[in-house]
């Protein structure tokens, strides 16, 4: 009894081991950005929008316009 018990633990264990699964995943989508009040794709894989935002320069303080960089 105590071999039948064993026995059916290892193999028990062993159908387990033999599962597996397969993903497939196709790339994601150039994903959305919010700019400017509305949602708009980027131009190009990996662009990355700069939003608007002041900047010192030369002891002013100067509006930079939103703008792509790839």
Do not use: D, Q
Not at 9 to 32: D, E, H, K
Request: proline content about 7%; some cysteine; overall charge positive.
């Amino acid at each position: 009894m105590k071999r039948l018990i064993s026995a059916s633990i290892i193999a028990a264990s062993l159908m387990m081991a033999a599962c597996t699964t397969t993903v497939v995943a196709r790339p994601p989508r150039p994903g959305l950005v919010l700019v400017e009040g509305r949602w708009v794709e980027a131009p190009r894989v990996g662009a990355v929008w700069i939003a608007p935002h002041w900047e010192r320069r030369a002891f002013r303080r100067v509006w930079i316009a939103g703008y792509w960089r790839y």
